[in-house]
């Protein structure tokens, strides 16, 4: 038990079994507090926010009523998770969360016992639920289940399918239904319009369901019927419903909970909460404070851009695809729930029409492309390349084999930073460059980004264009809407000295910067290879035969990716030249900056710079090529 200055709770409670032990009417006066410390902490050092703010008193009331971690409380995502955290052994650490070395960013079952269910990832908590209710069956273990999902994460296919099979199997979990309104936009989507009407036909409208549920229509007074019975929908589905109920109540969602903690089968408790609670700035506009940099604790003022600052490449492709789509109007732009962070607001202002939040539903995303494709229309899947994983069937069985003209924008491609192992893009070059008919383009800065974009709009074939999250190298891009050749790299760098061994380095994307920096040092030659697929193997060839040393580069694992893509061509051709192949390791990497992650994985200037002059020292490389039983372009 420790004191914390100005906390009078705080303090004491670091645990489940200390909240217990708290007399029932001190309950409120500690959501308070813990409310006060997301926002003093969060104000200082970032991270998920407003989501937090909504589950204070579901987390207290969980804790409260089950015997975690004996009893399995299992988070949806994580991000609405830190209030679970301080409650559990974590609440000091709390300012180090998302930092390298710190807390995990979402659930981490290695940080604690309480973390049932590693997440970071939307919609897998039923699935996973059900998992551990049928595992504590088939064992004979005594243990409640209870399943937290917010409105956004019900919206996904993953839900449904446990639904689905829940209420089949008829197991004992409790889904706690956190309801308020809001995926990280606008949360949409029938279920959700069913949901708005029935919190407002129950007189519990939270402040973002001032929203319509759609435009009103016939359908949508359909749909009413349905909410004279409260629950219905969940009720054919096998759940006992309970709710709605107000989720900032302690003294109703403890009396509630009590109600189910030991019913038999399914349950559903419908809780409504308020998404940034108890903080004004963020209950207005919880969007803004769903990820949150620094901010002021009172006023909720986010510090001044710096003028001048660089465009993300999210803006690039923002600025692109509203240019693209005044030029084309069969131009559509689908997104699985994620317009804020894919850049996609002002296409959505100015193209409502031919703009797609599907919700979280990535697999829906891409075969909806599709089958918008099939009849002329040319689709733009705007989609995070941790996020693309999750339709990677739908991406070769609905587009590729039909060779569906269909763009994917894939941003946060290589290393993301803070949302750790869970959300780095470090496989797309690897998964996707397997697949017949499919293009995969790595730009290198902003102008090059455009010029893939308008390359792939172009094909008559499916084609991704992958980029990390953050700026480029601050290249000029304005409205430019030139094509590229397909399948050709470009040297950026020559090697002007006379330096032996002679050094090249084929970088992919955001790495032919860094590269560029090593090779000043190393007077290496760089070349920019643009496309991932189809590589350019005459380039590959030429290089091969000038050179001593053939380096790969790229922010995507070793393993499959683009540099044994490299190797391929070099075996196929029989040349020897010796290769480094410079990628991810072949383990998960954690959360930190991005700027720390690079050059812990080596992949920094600095980094790559050493890993060449190691490879370099390690073997004489003229002498390594004149053993060998081939020459440098693969005659015997
Ligand atoms: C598969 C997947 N897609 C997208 C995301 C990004 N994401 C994180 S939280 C979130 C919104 C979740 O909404 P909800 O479950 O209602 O929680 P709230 O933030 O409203 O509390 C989204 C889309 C994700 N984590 N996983």
């Not at 993301?416 to 460059?433: I, P």
């Not at 190393?522 to 053939?550: C, G, K, S, W, Y």
Request: hydrophobic share 40%; net charge negative; proline share 5%.
């Amino acid at each position: 038990m420790t004191d914390i200055p100005g906390y009078a709770l705080l303090g004491r409670v670091n645990t489940p079994a200390e909240l217990r032990r708290l007399p029932a009417e001190e309950l409120t006066a500690l959501a308070v507090e813990m409310r006060r410390y997301l926002i003093e902490t969060l104000g200082r050092i970032g991270g998920h926010f407003a989501a937090n703010l909504g589950t204070v008193e579901l987390s207290i009331a969980l804790h409260r009523v089950f015997d975690t971690p004996h009893d399995r409380l299992v988070w949806d995502v994580g991000h609405q998770a830190y209030p679970h955290k301080m409650l559990t052994g974590r609440r000091a650490r709390l300012e180090t969360i998302r930092r390298h070395g710190g807390l995990a960013p979402f659930l981490h079952r290695a940080e604690s016992e309480h973390d049932v269910f590693g997440a970071g990832h939307s919609s897998t908590s039923l699935s996973a639920a059900t998992g551990i209710a049928a595992a504590a069956r088939l064992k004979g273990e005594k243990r409640r289940v209870v399943a937290i999902i917010g409105d956004g994460g019900m919206s996904a296919g993953m839900a449904f399918e446990a639904l689905n099979h829940l209420g089949h199997l008829g197991l004992d979990v409790l889904v706690v239904y956190n309801d308020n309104d809001m995926s990280i936009s606008e949360n949409v989507g029938a279920l959700r319009d069913y949901s708005a009407r029935l919190v407002r036909k129950m007189g519990m409208d939270a402040p973002h369901s001032a929203r319509a549920p759609r435009e009103a229509g016939s359908e949508g007074e359909d749909n009413l019927a349905h909410v004279d019975r409260p629950g219905a929908l969940f009720e054919t589905l096998g759940f006992r419903y309970a709710g709605p109920i107000d989720g900032h109540d302690l003294a109703a969602l403890t009396r509630q909970l009590e109600l189910l903690k030991d019913a038999k089968g399914p349950q559903l408790l419908h809780v409504i909460t308020v998404k940034g609670k108890g903080f004004e700035p963020a209950e207005a506009d919880p969007i803004k404070y769903h990820g949150v940099t620094q901010f002021d604790p009172v006023t909720g003022d986010f510090p001044l851009k710096k003028p001048g600052a660089r465009p993300s490449y999210t803006q690039v492709f923002g600025a692109w695809l509203c240019d693209a789509a005044e030029k084309n109007p069969d131009l559509v732009a689908i997104t699985p729930a994620m317009r804020e962070g894919s850049g996609l607001v002002e296409f959505s202002q100015k193209f409502p029409q031919r703009y797609f939040d599907v919700g979280i539903a990535e697999q829906h995303s891409v075969t909806l492309a599709a089958g918008m494709a099939c009849e002329g229309l040319r689709p733009v899947v705007a989609i995070y390349s941790t996020f693309l994983q999750r339709a990677y069937d739908q991406l070769i069985h609905d587009v590729a084999i039909q060779n569906l003209p269909v763009v994917f924008a894939l941003d946060r491609g290589g290393l993301v930073g803070a949302d750790g192992a869970t959300h780095h893009g470090a496989f797309d070059f690897s998964f996707l460059r397997c697949i017949p008919n499919l293009v995969v383009m790595a730009p290198s800065d902003e102008l090059e980004c455009r010029r893939m974009l308008s390359t792939g709009l172009a094909l008559n074939q499916p084609s991704a264009v992958r980029y990390p999250r953050g700026s480029g190298p601050g290249v000029e891009a304005g409205h430019d809407l030139e094509t590229l050749p397909v399948g050709k790299a470009r040297i950026v760098r020559e090697a002007h000295g006379r330096r032996r061994p002679r050094v090249a380095i084929l970088a992919f994307g955001a790495m032919v910067q860094p590269a560029l920096e090593a090779a000043e040092i190393l007077d290496a030659a760089v070349v920019d290879m643009r496309f991932v697929r189809p590589l350019d193997t005459e380039m590959i060839l030429e290089q091969a035969n000038a050179t001593d040393l053939l380096v790969t580069l790229e922010d995507n694992v070793r393993l499959g990716g683009a540099g044994s893509a490299v190797n391929e061509v070099l075996v196929a051709q029989h040349h020897t030249v010796p290769v480094l192949n410079l990628g991810l390791p072949d383990h998960f990497v954690e959360h930190g900056t991005r700027e720390e992650l690079l050059a812990q994985c080596a992949l920094d200037s600095a980094g790559i710079q050493r890993a060449i002059q190691k490879r370099l020292r390690a073997k004489d490389l003229d002498e390594e090529s004149r053993r060998s039983g081939f020459s440098r372009d693969g005659r015997a």
